[in-house]
């Protein structure tokens, strides 16, 4: 089993910048793919970032790419995600999630997630 934990969320203006982490304890021997969903009111889950065992390859939605990067400290069993430039549209509950063998754009594809972390941009 993974426990993740988010963190870093809050309220930032539009432009601004922000930086969530995700935590992972537990069985981090063996380590796991990544990946960021969000998921704002009434709507679906959707993905945002993810980033493979080595930090050597990473993807992401169209919607963020050029503003967010995600990153990696495997030291420390914990993934990023640097989000600049914010606009009112990326206000959600950011989630972290972890997959031994996947790594991808499909949610119910990871074994493991987070309890979500919220953000919100003002305008």
């Known amino acids: 089993q993974v426990q993740l934990v988010e963190s870093g969320g809050g309220l930032v203006q539009a432009g601004g910048s922000l930086r969530v982490s995700c935590a992972a304890s537990?069985?981090?021997?063996?380590?796991?793919?990544m990946g960021w969903f969000r998921q704002a009111p009434g709507k679906e889950r959707e993905f945002v970032a993810a980033i493979t065992k080595s930090g050597g390859s990473t993807i992401y939605a169209d919607s963020v790419k050029g503003r967010f990067t995600i990153s990696r400290d495997n030291a420390k069993n914990t993934v990023y995600l640097q989000m600049n430039t914010l606009k009112p549209e990326d206000t959600a509950v950011y989630y972290c999630?972890?997959?031994?063998?996947?790594?991808?754009?499909?949610?119910?594809?990871?074994?493991?997630w987070g309890q979500g972390t919220q953000v919100t941009v003002s305008s």
């Open positions: 999630a972890a997959d031994f063998a996947y790594w991808g754009r499909q949610d119910y594809e990871y074994d493991y």
């Open positions: 537990g069985r981090t021997r063996s380590n796991y793919h």
